[in-house]
């Protein structure tokens, strides 16, 4: 497992956005059944995510970009 970067930005100067989005855990190496964990190198807060689909909201005034680093436990890394 390597390092993964993961950017969301809200280009709307107005207003909250939000949305599901997608990673292609397969391809990262992380298996859909485990949680796994990003840490926002913006706020230095760390969430914890489970499967594909993850939601993520933008408010311009307080965050309006997240640059996620994906990690990875051991025992969350799919074996090759």
Do not use: K
Request: aromatic letters at 12%; glycine letters at 4%.
């Amino acid at each position: 497992f390597s390092n993964f970067i993961l950017t969301v930005v809200n280009l709307d100067l107005t207003w909250t956005q939000s949305g599901w989005g997608e990673l292609p855990l397969e391809e990262l190496g992380l298996r859909s059944d485990a949680p796994y964990r990003v840490h926002d190198l913006v706020s230095d807060q760390i969430y914890e995510w489970r499967g594909a689909w993850n939601f993520v909201e933008l408010n311009p005034q307080q965050m309006p970009v997240h640059i996620f680093r994906i990690i990875a436990a051991a025992t969350e890394v799919m074996s090759a």
